[in-house]
């Protein structure tokens, strides 16, 4: 049970299985103090008026908790059967919770509660252990939970929880010991040692993922690549012949940093970061024709189909007439079309294989690939770049391109392994977006000026949320949308065109070239538009709901407007009312276009968490550091992994060893292909 809910199965495991929070009877909120700006509280008060409302699935717990104050009512869906059994009216409580109002009260489901009294045996702080509703159900509680860790730390010794990091380390950095920081984590005897304790096990966190990634980057700089040797027919007739416009004084610096690393013998391991709009395709599209030149094949992998596709589209376009042979292979290319594309990569026909993560399959051989551009790389993890090397005899020169502009203290963890180049510069005569923020009241003025543009011959994004755990009500709110779109844009005189995940692909891609050849005026749609999309005539960005979107999220949806030579509109709709948080986004988002600046605050704002989709990556699993407000730490720990490294490459001294070990199964739990 706890093995398949945590995922603890030994006490090593429950060891690590550091609380959350603590409960701290002296930090409590007095229910009358609860208002619409309260997220979470900590309250005291008496129970009563437990029952149970409803049948079968519908089966929920009630009840009501009061202070000298006022009264609040907690709620449970799941559980709700056993934790009747176990709740006593007219006792004393402590709740911990997230207050949501419903119906004009407030309420907290499923909270932390437990009694006032529950356990003396524990002083000071308890910790509070995060659990599943599941376990909760078969009775195993946080009051279990720390009973069973006090438990433990009776039986152990500290040589059950040795130190890893080298002594010298431990003196250097002044970090406490590894034992009691473990059982300060879990029983804090003082604010102190806390802090101490805390200290000690982020550093750790943060120093053996800097260890990691600076062995890899080790690992990058020794590793033989293939040599492009020169500047060939492709790459010059292309330049003379096809490129469409001036390259930017960026981009031509980005192309000779890219020119200069394959041409040294080494694997090039490069991320070119650049905000929407500013032109990465064409380095990617000209870095292909340079490995083309020298014999080689290329290929580019976009995270979504879509993308892929435009991708496919408008590289085949700046290609033109050139003889140059590119396909497109996709989850969705099947049967025969499939083994024909394999067939080709393998005999080297195909010179550029555009696609998805289809490309890193298994069954996907190439002849001689030399060169492979990873688009929008944060939808991909680390250990799918490392099967990219796998593809050929040397690994092929990788290109990493992300539209995000990443804070330093993020890229050094996610991409510390890699060199970076910046395109810094946005290609000339585009106009700064206006973005406003506009409320509900507005709709009609916001519509009429939509109309308008579209009047004048430009086209519209018209954009819902989509967020899972809403999915089905968000589906349906689109479809309102959408039928309300219809009737504001006349059917006879306007064409409107949706998109969205639930669509087979197939009339999903249909829809989406009826928007980019123009012969739709809107396009209604989720999230999936998110990336890459590129309609120049596209003028105006509509957010629907924007009080649900996040910052980095809304950046890239304001950039797929901007593109062309007009004036572009970026307009972010909201309820009447909006949270303070909502607001404060919504704020930024109006007051700049800079895409750095948008991502610090949104990591800021948000944590690295759910960001660039660093969860699947699994290099930034930390337990309890914070890349946004460890930063120091971030920064020492690098240094000190180096140091570590340049004495030690090999971490082969005697007091190395335990740390290697680590270093070992880390990478096994994170998949870092490469990493040994
Ligand atoms: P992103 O970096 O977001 O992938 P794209 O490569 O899609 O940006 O380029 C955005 C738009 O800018 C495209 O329409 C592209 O043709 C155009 N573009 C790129 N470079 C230049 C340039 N140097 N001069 C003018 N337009 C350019
Ligand atoms: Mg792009």
Redesign the pocket.
């Known amino acids: 049970m706890l093995r398949q809910e945590l995922e603890i199965s030994t006490f090593q495991d429950l060891l690590y299985h550091y609380p959350y929070r603590y409960f701290d009877r002296t930090q409590l909120t007095k229910i009358a103090a609860i208002d619409s700006t309260t997220e979470y509280v900590q309250i005291a008060g008496i129970l009563v008026n437990i029952t149970e409302e409803g049948a079968g699935f519908k089966k929920r717990l009630i009840a009501t908790l009061y202070d000298d104050t006022g009264r609040i009512e907690l709620l449970w869906f799941q559980g709700a059967q056993w934790m009747k059994k176990t709740l006593k009216e007219n006792e004393r409580y402590i709740v911990f919770g997230k207050v949501s109002l419903f119906n004009g009260y407030f309420n907290i489901s499923h909270p932390e509660i437990e009694l006032w009294n529950a356990d003396t045996a524990i002083a000071g702080r308890q910790p509070v252990y995060s659990s599943t509703t599941k376990l909760i159900a078969k009775g195993i509680t946080n009051r279990s939970f720390a009973k069973i860790t006090q438990a433990l730390f009776e039986k152990i010794q500290p040589g059950d929880a040795p130190e890893v990091l080298p002594a010298e380390i431990v003196r250097q950095y002044n970090l406490c010991n590894r034992y009691s920081a473990i059982r300060w984590i879990h029983f804090p005897d003082s604010d102190e040692h806390e802090q101490l304790a805390r200290h000690r096990m982020k550093w750790e966190e943060l120093f053996i993922s800097q260890l990691m990634i600076a062995r890899l980057r080790l690992q990058h700089t020794a590793q033989q690549g293939w040599r492009f040797e020169k500047v060939g027919d492709h790459f010059n007739d292309f330049f003379r012949l096809h490129l ?5 004084g960026a ?1 031509k610096r980005v192309l000779k940093e890219i020119r200069q690393d394959t041409a040294m013998g080494k694997q090039m391991n490069r991320l070119l970061q ?9 380095v990617a599209v000209m870095s292909m024709l340079l490995a083309l030149d020298n014999g080689f094949q290329a290929c580019i992998m976009a995270p979504t189909e879509i993308l892929a596709q435009q991708h496919y589209f408008s590289i085949s376009e700046l290609l033109g007439d050139m003889g140059i042979k590119v396909r497109l292979l996709t989850g969705n290319v099947k049967g025969k079309a499939r083994k024909e594309i394999l067939a080709e990569l393998a005999d080297g026909t195909v010179s550029i294989a555009v696609g998805t993560h289809a490309l890193i399959e298994d069954t996907v051989q190439f002849k001689n690939l030399g060169l492979a551009v990873i ?1 929008e790389q944060h939808r991909f993890g680390v250990g799918q770049r490392a099967r990219l090397w796998k593809k050929n005899e040397m690994p092929p020169h990788v290109l990493v ?1 992300t ?1 995000t502009p990443i804070p330093r203290t993020l890229a050094m963890t996610l991409y510390g392994d890699l060199d970076v180049s910046v ?1 810094d510069e946005l ?3 585009r106009k700064e977006i206006k973005t406003v923020h506009r409320k509900d009241a507005g709709r009609m003025k916001v519509m009429e000026f939509v109309r308008s543009q579209v009047d004048e011959g430009r086209q519209a994004y018209i954009v819902y949320p989509l967020i899972e755990e809403s999915e089905k009500m968000d589906y349906e709110s689109l479809m309102a949308g959408y039928e309300q779109v219809k009737i504001w844009f006349n059917e006879n005189k306007y064409r409107i065109a949706m998109v969205h995940g639930r669509q087979e692909a197939g009339e999903r891609q249909r829809n989406m070239e009826r928007f980019v050849k123009g012969e739709a005026n809107v396009l209604v749609a989720t999230t999936v538009i998110e990336v ?1 999309v ?1 309609v ?1 005539n596209a003028s105006v960005m509509l957010i629907e709901s924007a009080e649900r979107f996040g910052l980095s999220q809304m950046h890239q949806l304001r ?1 797929r407007v901007g ?1 062309g030579a007009d004036q572009s509109y970026c307009i972010l709709l909201t309820g009447n009312k909006i949270s303070e948080e909502s607001y404060k986004r919504i704020q930024i988002m109006v007051s700049t276009t800079d895409g750095f600046k948008i991502a610090e605050e949104d990591l800021a704002m948000r944590g690295p968490g759910d960001m660039y989709g660093t969860k699947q990556s699994g290099v930034l699993k930390f337990k309890l550091a914070d890349i946004v407000l460890d930063g120091a730490i971030l920064e020492e720990t690098r240094i000190a992994a180096q140091q570590l490294l340049s004495q030690d490459p090999s971490l082969s001294q005697p007091g190395n060893q335990p740390l290697r070990f680590m270093l070992k199964q880390q990478g096994r739990q994170s998949h870092w292909g490469k990493i040994s």
Do not use: C, H, W, Y
């Open positions: 469409p416009f001036e390259l930017t981009q650049g905000d929407v709009g500013s032109g990465k395709t064409i688009d391109m539209a395109i290609p000339p005569g890459g590129n120049p950039g593109r």
